[in-house]
């Protein structure tokens, strides 16, 4: 606020050049501060009215103090809106677009000028299905959006369980199908080396890494998961329980760290 102040004192009273110049220094202060971490700040997840799309951003800044001010919140909130209105196709694209009179990226810098702290979007994710499901956890600390191959109210509460799910298992992909190969290839990796310490025979290590492997597939890949819900079922079997042709066909997850 004493910031505000001294840019409106300065450009006498005009509050257009008062921004001007608050955005000036904020560009400045960016470059002063652009070796400091933003560990901090607010995940967002937003989804339009038909539930066809959604987007998560991922405004981060220094501190926790900056991270639960309403207007820091409610900045991470426009920019959602905005993202979900326009659906760019990436970060950069999204600092392109118009905000109250400039681009994202200038309120950005405004906004350093104003808080006093390094300010950036550190993520940004969007996803497009028959239906999107959002969950946001406790305190904006995190966001899932979860795709699914079928509409109606059902499917989309079926839909934030499985988000709920992907916040606190964080699977690595939707099923085997999606795994990097480089994750796969260490897997292998580090099964043949402990069935070697194990004393295995060498011609057997690769058949036993890949049976260890399938044990990572059903721990690691959301379908294959234990549904956190009930351990008796997987989430694939729980959705096949809500309607028997439903199912996730994609996620997003962001969370701060």
């Known amino acids: 606020m004493t910031d505000c102040k001294k840019a409106l004192e300065e450009a006498e ?8 110049l608050l955005r000036k220094r904020g560009q400045k202060l960016s470059l002063k501060r652009a070796d400091r971490e933003v560990k901090e700040g607010v995940v967002i997840a937003k989804v339009a009215a038909d539930r066809k799309r959604g987007v998560i951003i ?3 800044c220094e501190t926790d103090f900056v ?3 309403e207007s820091f919140v409610k900045l991470a909130e426009e920019f959602a809106a905005l993202a979900l209105d326009s659906f760019p196709a990436n970060i950069e694209e999204l600092l392109t ?13 405004e906004q350093v000028g104003v808080i006093g702290e390094k300010l950036e ?6 996803l497009e299905a028959t239906q999107v499901s959002p969950y946001i956890h406790m305190g904006n600390r995190a966001a899932v959006l ?26 690595v ?23 070697r310490q ?5 011609a057997m290590l690769e058949k036993i890494a890949k049976g260890k492997l399938n044990k990572f597939f059903q721990d690691s890949t959301l379908l294959h998961q234990q549904y956190v819900k009930d351990s008796k079922m997987t989430v694939k079997d729980y959705l096949k329980s809500v309607d028997k042709d439903l199912t996730a066909t994609a996620f997003k997850h962001v969370e701060l760290g």
């Open 121 to 126: 979007i550190t993520s940004y994710e969007f």
């Open 58 to 60: 991922r405004l981060s």
């Open 97 to 109: 677009l118009h905000f109250e009179g400039i681009t994202v990226g200038e309120k950005i810098a």
């Open 146 to 171: 979860v795709g699914l191959n079928a509409d109606g109210e059902e499917a989309y509460n079926a839909g934030r369980d499985v988000a709920m799910q992907v916040a606190a298992m964080r699977p």
């Open 198 to 202: 194990e004393g295995k025979p060498e």
């Open 13 to 20: 009273g005009d509050f257009d050049v008062a921004i001007d």
């Open 173 to 195: 992909a939707l099923d085997e199908n999606g795994v990097d190969q480089t994750i796969i290839d260490r897997e292998i990796a580090i099964g043949m080396e402990q069935a």
């Open 67 to 69: 991270a639960k001010n």
